[in-house]
């Protein structure tokens, strides 16, 4: 039985291939407050805005390619079982080739209903007003606003209880319910944290490993 690598990657993960984080220094998104641009309430307010912001998410998407960490852990899949969780967006993991991913935060390239949130399709072009389902429903990005709750959440904490082996790469680790997901794998699993600028509280049990994502993932196969 192969063992089962789970991965848990942030924003770090695809930065390197050129997707923005797009908060700025000053906290804002592209200069807007985050309320603005990715709360139920923002897109209630000013609805144009949030499918212009999340359009231009959508189209940057299209100009970017997997990056070396994205494809390393996609090629684990030959020797291990290997789970991707990710608070990203974007479809960088299943392009580099990873079949199975669980995106806890939504996914830039589909939409769903207002009116019904299990009506999602997939949809890689520009969400305007007036584009509705079939029911005259405005279509939303299939994104997890601030506020909303996080459907995967739960499948991802039962993928964590099984896994023989545990990967953070790119994320603070503070933005939950995501940062609690290391505290749901078994005990005394070996676990890894890779990010230039560490950020977790260790405590001894995790090795860190103060890398970029396509570096510090050469470190990480190369100790299994």
Known sequence: MSKHIVVLTGAGMSAESGVKTFRDHDGLWEGHDVMQVASPEGFRNNPALVLDFYNQRRRQLKTVTPNSAHIAIANLESDYKVTVV????????????????????????????????????????????????????????????????????????????TADILVIIGTSMQVYPAASLMHYVPENIPMYYIDPKPALNNDGKVTVIAKSATEGIKDFIASL
């Not at 967006?89 to 990873?98: C, N």
């Open 86 to 161: 990710t608070q990203n967006v974007d479809d960088l993991h299943e392009r580099a080739g990873s079949t199975n991913v669980v995106h806890l935060h939504g996914e830039l390239n589909k939409v769903r209903s207002t009116g019904n949130p299990n009506d999602i399709k997939f949809w890689t072009e520009d969400i305007n007003l007036g584009d509705t389902c079939e029911k005259g429903h405005q279509l939303r990005p299939h994104i997890v606003w601030f506020g909303e709750e996080v459907p995967m959440i739960e499948k991802a904490v039962d993928i964590c209880y």
